[in-house]
């Protein structure tokens, strides 16, 4: 079962953010009064850049993406989607903050080979990016542990299951404010979209990538929407569950002998609870205009940051 | 449009892709790319089949002159041309790139385009309406369809001709050859 689940999870969280992908171009489209690419669109690019010649900087330049690449795709290993996790057993919540940090560094050391100064540039503001979310997330994590007592994900998900949603009870309502004001700067969509500025900094660390190279940069990409949105579900809207009586359902369909049914439901409720945030993030995308680095750090560092120790002190003292 | 025939994508991927995905580089070189900005807005909207403008000319397979081609811009044209990744297509817009346009006796524009880069297809005209890009991203498509936008070959086989006239231009070209240029006639039959 297990490897049935190590082999599946990849293809499905690609799916999922390569359509979210198509799905932000098409509602950007709409949004501004455009018909907009077919949803496909991201597909075809990746189809043409796998078919496209490229040129290499290096060893590091290829093996910094295909790091950064294969770091993502563990991360989505340890994320349960629905009711099934492959690795749920081992580690939790602090192995899924040691491997997040791959990402950007893979991307770095691509992108220091590649040595355009657009990439240095896109590069550092992208690491300083990390260092503004990450001390948010930490603060929302360790308040997140602490209410639950657990480090493991899937216990979070199933404790969720029977006493409602993080996100709604009380306690760690704060800290699910803070992770949602943060969650564009995770996702790098909009407000934080300084890594990618095309009209500053030429596209940033992608800017030396082409055919293949970009192919893999597009699929990270992918990874890193799935990674950033089902972090969030899994966290504080419970997961692939909608209540005492969906669980109880579950439980009397399992026991029918019908698990694939109950997997499979729990899948699509997890699906559509990220495609609502998701597109929440679209819309915040649409109307913003970008921040600079020191202000996207100053606004990280200030609001997230006192809502998420708020919190974080909350739960300290109702759990003392 | 066959972008929904599932059998082509299946016969020809590669060829498909190129067809349904042009990224494409705008060379602001003049007035042509005041015509640009409506053409990948809300009024006519070259998203909708896969047109998108990019940042940088790694990333890029369409490459639209826009404009009067001055011999200082020519050196840019021809850097950034080659640094796009195979294959790449190449298209002049407006009429300057073409003949020299209303610059034809000006001591410093570029007259024929064609003679320092290859050209897939022109777009005529003092200014092109938007209209007319997507008429010309429509022969484009039956060209590559039909294996005629070929001028990333060209370049490869005729580089020796091309570097020749861009040597002729500027005296001393600053950037080494992208295609080793070998001398058959001096080397000899042996």
Redesign the interface.
């Known amino acids: 079962m297990n490897i049935i689940g190590i082999i599946l999870f990849p293809p499905i969280a690609f799916i999922i953010g390569i359509f979210f992908i198509g799905l932000s171009r098409r509602i950007m489209a709409r949004i501004q009064w455009r018909y907009g690419p077919p949803i496909t669109q991201p597909i075809i690019d990746i189809v043409k850049l796998f078919n496209q010649s490229s040129v290499s900087h290096g060893i590091i330049f290829g093996l910094g993406i295909i790091l950064s690449l294969a770091g993502s795709i563990v991360v989505v290993l340890f994320l349960p989607l629905g009711k099934i996790c492959p690795i749920s057993n081992s580690g939790g919540l602090l192995v899924i903050l040691y491997l997040m940090i791959l990402m950007p560094l893979g991307a770095a050391l691509s992108g220091g080979e590649a040595a355009n100064p657009n990439t240095s540039i896109g590069i550092s503001r992208k690491l300083i990016l990390a260092l503004g979310y990450e001390v948010p997330l930490l603060l929302i994590l360790l308040a997140v542990m602490t209410y639950y007592k657990t480090i493991s994900i899937v216990e979070i998900v199933t404790m969720q299951q029977s006493v409602g949603w993080s996100l709604i009870s009380l306690p760690l309502l704060l800290s699910g404010i803070a992770y949602l004001f943060i969650l564009p700067a995770i996702l790098g969509v909009r407000p934080f979209e300084l890594i990618q500025a095309p009209q500053e900094i030429s596209s940033g660390p992608i800017v030396e990538y082409g055919g293949k190279f970009l192919a893999l940069a597009t699929i990270q990409h992918a990874f890193g929407l799935f990674i950033g949105v089902a972090l969030f579900v899994n966290l504080f809207l419970g997961g692939g569950g909608i209540g005492s009586i969906s669980t109880q359902l579950g439980s009397i369909l399992t026991s029918a002998g019908l698990g694939c049914i109950v997997s499979f439901l729990t899948g699509l409720i997890f699906f559509l609870k990220m495609l609502v945030v998701f597109v929440i993030c679209i819309f915040i995308n649409a109307v913003y205009p970008r921040l600079r680095i020191e202000q996207a750090v100053k606004y990280l560092w200030k609001w997230p940051t006192m809502l998420a120790f708020a919190g974080l002190v909350i739960v300290f003292i109702i759990r003392r | 449009m066959d972008?929904n025939n599932f059998i082509k994508w299946l016969k020809a991927?590669?060829k498909?892709?190129?067809k349904?995905?042009l990224?494409v580089v705008y060379f602001c070189t003049g007035c042509g790319i005041i015509e640009i900005p409506p053409s990948i807005?809300?009024r006519w909207?070259a998203?909708?089949?896969?047109i998108i403008p990019?940042?940088?000319p790694?990333?890029a397979?369409l490459f639209l002159i826009t404009g009067y081609v001055s011999v200082k811009t020519l050196k840019a044209i021809i850097r950034t041309y080659e640094?796009?990744?195979?294959?790449k297509f190449t298209v002049g817009f407006g009429s300057c790139p073409i003949n020299g346009g209303m610059y034809w006796d000006s001591y410093n524009t570029i007259k024929h385009l064609d003679k320092y880069i290859p050209v897939d297809g022109w777009i005529a005209g003092c200014m092109p309406r938007p209209e007319a890009i997507f008429v010309a991203v429509t022969h484009l498509w039956t060209l590559i369809d039909k294996e005629m936008a070929n001028g990333y070959k060209r370049y490869r086989e005729n580089y020796k001709y091309y570097r020749a006239n861009q040597e002729q231009l500027y005296g001393k070209v600053e950037w080494p050859p992208l295609f080793p240029i070998e001398d058959k006639d001096e080397s000899g039959p042996s």
């Open positions: 972008r991927p590669a498909m892709g190129h349904y995905s990224h807005t809300t909207d998203e909708r089949f896969g990019v940042a940088t790694r990333q397979n640094q796009m990744p195979e294959p």
